[in-house]
């Protein structure tokens, strides 16, 4: 059964950093490109950022770059995201994504996996 399960969320204070990570099993997933998107309450879903299927092209929302970096180990079939300079605007739950074409998850919300999200919160 293909799988995606995400860890790393916590409780941070504005500036710090986290990484989170998200394990694929079950599919073939080295073929898919994977990625991270965000859903503060009472707001909609949005794209947080994503990594081609070879794990050399990355994209990522404007509100997170030079800030967010992603990537993916082909090995164990991860993806990370390492977050740095937190803000209390990035409080969301974290939800790890699969989708074919990597350039469709920067644009659409129709993926083909989703993990159940990890919570990061960071105060002021």
């Known amino acids: 059964q293909a799988q995606l399960v995400e860890s790393g969320g916590g409780l941070v204070q504005a500036g710090d950093s986290l990484r989170l990570s998200c394990a694929a099993s079950g599919s073939s997933f080295r073929s898919y490109a994977l990625g991270w998107f965000r859903q503060a309450p009472g707001k909609e879903r949005e794209f947080v950022a994503a990594?081609?299927?070879?794990?050399?092209?990355?994209y990522y929302a404007d509100s997170v770059k030079g800030r967010f970096t992603v990537s993916r180990d082909n090995t164990a079939i991860k993806v990370h995201l390492q977050m740095d300079n937190l803000k209390p605007e990035d409080t969301a739950v974290y939800f790890c994504a699969a989708h074919l074409s990597v350039q469709r998850m920067t644009k659409e919300l129709n993926m083909a996996f989703w993990g159940e999200g990890t919570q990061v919160t960071v105060s002021a």
């Open positions: 990594v081609d299927w070879y794990g050399t092209s990355t």
